[in-house]
């Protein structure tokens, strides 16, 4: 079995105990020598700002290359691109474009009115300059927004034709339910990278919320063994355990690459590529 490449999505700190968080995991997972990481943005471009001090820092310290989330939400299309300028000013060169969720106290996306209509109008643009590489968002479960499967796949298909070169999946807790969607996207014509997004269990619950949120399927069985786990203190055992063997079969089925979506906590992730053979490699930070 060959070693996968390995990305890492973070969020920016919003205090002080956050930001020594982010920094502590940034540390425990650069040495597993990532092909990429993320930093994600807030809704309604609620942590602009943070998002852009911590990817350059990050860029700046770590030898690891940075992709920034930028969104259409609540933004004109020259504000959206003056980010866009400010990264490419700053030696970042890739960027996870993504529509955005509604901005908090709304339950669906309304587009600037001088803003981009669509993740596809954002892709297009940035991808336009021609120095940037452009990563997206794919659902390998429908999207709360979308009619089904097939229409995600659909409008996939036109994010890699309007300029993406590869595409980050929601997470899922089953490697069938990426197989399918990899061979749905495969029979539409889509040639670029699908890179399954995985998230390790750090919270039963917190990770139940999440799939409520973004339309993930939770296998039956699993509530009744996380509940006998927390019973018997090994809970932490069975999220790795759990997250290690859909990595194994995602890896056996021919997957490249594995996204973790770290939560900024590194030990859960540390401990499923630990238990992949994968073990970090000690280098030296850049000095600033």
Same mark, same amino acid.
């Given at each position: ?28 997972? $650069? ?14 471009? !609620? ?8 990817? !350059? ?24 691109? $003056? /980010? ?5 000013? $700053?030696?970042?060169?890739? /960027? ?6 509604? +901005? ?21 643009? /940035? ?16 999207? +709360?927004?979308?009619?089904? !499967? ?26 069938? !339910? ?22 390790? /269990? ?14 993930? $399927? ?71």
């Amino acid at each position: 079995m060959s070693r996968p490449r390995l990305s890492f999505e973070f969020f920016p700190p919003r205090s002080l105990d956050a930001s020594f968080r982010l920094w502590e995991t940034v540390r425990e997972l $650069a040495p597993l020598d990532p092909a990429f990481v993320s930093v994600t943005y807030g809704a309604g471009g !609620t942590t602009r700002q943070l998002t852009h001090e911590a990817v !350059t820092t990050i860029g700046s310290h770590y030898w690891v290359s940075v992709a920034a989330h930028l969104t259409c939400v609540e933004a004109s299309r020259e504000e959206t691109m $003056a /980010i866009v300028d400010g990264y490419a000013k $700053a030696g970042v060169r890739e /960027i996870v474009a993504l529509r955005g969720d509604a +901005p908090q106290g709304t339950d669906r996306f309304t587009p600037h009115a001088d803003g981009f209509a669509s993740s596809v109008e954002l892709i297009e643009a /940035i991808a336009a300059r021609g120095d940037m590489q452009v990563r997206v968002g794919a659902y390998p479960e429908p999207h +709360p927004d979308s009619a089904d !499967t097939a229409a995600d796949v659909a409008w996939l298909k036109r994010k890699i034709d309007a300029g993406a070169s590869s595409a980050i999946t929601q997470f899922f807790f089953e490697a069938d !339910t990426f197989f399918r969607f990899r061979d749905a996207c495969a029979d539409a014509g889509i040639t670029a990278p699908i890179i399954p997004g995985i998230l390790p /269990i750090q919270s039963w619950e917190g990770a139940k919320r999440f799939a409520a949120r973004c339309g993930t $399927a939770v296998p039956a069985g699993l509530d009744e063994a996380f509940a006998t786990a927390r019973r018997d203190g090994r809970e932490q055992l069975l999220a790795t355990a759990i997250c290690a063997e859909l990595c194994d079969a995602l890896i056996e089925g021919g997957v490249e690459d594995l996204h973790f979506y770290t939560l900024n906590r590194p030990e859960m992730t540390r401990d499923v590529c630990a238990a992949l053979g994968i073990l970090a490699a000690p280098r030296l930070e850049a000095v600033a």
